[in-house]
């Protein structure tokens, strides 16, 4: 086996992330085949699983690759910016919108599922804690129910962006500036 | 071909959409085969194919029937209802969180889907019409910019229900609460 440098694994993973990305947002997690993988890529299954030990762990990359972005951008530019993000870049959702599919019949994946990216749940939850004690948003609901209220959002953005419908993004963060705002 | 009664042709049908709701949730739209079909309904393929023209047919009348069930709760129950209809019953989700999906590159069928229902459409429309006129609800926006929200809330839950997130029912009718409320 030849000694491959670092640069050229780091190079060689994205590829198999862009070419993974495409089989699983054409064909689903089940419908894209290790074939399908292997054309996408342009690599070998031998390649693409010296990266990844399966198909689950390279699905699993992708996803939490994708949480860890809309994580930075709702840090960065706050959840307008996560609105924006989703009405702006479509081509992750597909496989954002597979994950809860998969999650619902499978609790070791769900466990493992959340479990991910613990430093930007963390950031997250220090940031709207901060909001509340600065009254910048309401504090008469606990944080939980606020946290989960904004990931139903996102999650319902993301299957409308998803289907092709446009999304109306002033209106929609107008209504959560009401919705989050002190009562 | 036997004459059958107006009385059998109905719970035939009723029979077909049971088995076809249990084949498409366990295998997806495109995996639910016309073999899986025969043995969820217990039916042969002549048989439920004389009730419905086409798999996607038979599909689409599902998601026309579960869609026509959500707008009568919402007519019915508010938007409260809705939360808690979707929290109670995840039976229906994997048929509704397949259609966004189906839509995206369809244009036909989309087109179908948004003229399914319009007397439920209308009927909900008037009634937010109504709602601004009484001061019930915010009119700094469009009732566009509402619906559009309502429906992003209502996929969203979908998603996590069906991905076995429990749903905080009352922190989120409080927050739908603060967001249409009159500014």
């Known amino acids: 086996v030849p000694k491959v440098s670092e640069e050229h ?21 089940e419908g894209a085949t290790v074939t399908l ?10 390649a ?14 992708l996803a939490e690759d994708d949480q860890r972005r809309l994580a930075t951008v709702w840090l960065d530019d706050g959840f307008a910016g996560v609105i924006r993000h989703i009405a702006a870049d479509p081509d992750w959702l597909a496989v954002y919108l597979d994950v809860p599919r998969m999650l619902r019949n499978d609790s070791e994946l769900r ?11 963390h950031r997250l939850e220090e940031r709207f804690a901060g909001l509340q004690s600065l009254g910048a948003i309401r504090d008469d609901l606990p944080l939980a129910a606020i946290g989960h209220f904004l990931g139903v959002l ?11 419908v446009p999304i109306d993004v002033e209106g929609t963060i107008e209504l959560v500036r009401s919705a989050l705002a002190p009562q």
């Open 48 to 61: 693409i699983f010296s990266y990844f030990p399966s198909k689950l762990d390279l699905f699993l990359a």
């Open 37 to 46: 993988l292997e054309r996408e890529t342009g690599l070998s299954r031998g």
């Open 111 to 121: 466990t493992r599922w959340e479990a991910f990216n613990p430093d930007m749940q």
């Open 154 to 164: 996102i999650d319902g953005l993301a299957v409308q962006q998803a289907a092709g």
């Open 9 to 29: 694994r780091e190079e060689r993973r994205r590829q198999v992330f862009a070419g993974a990305r495409r089989a699983f947002a054409r064909h689903g997690y």
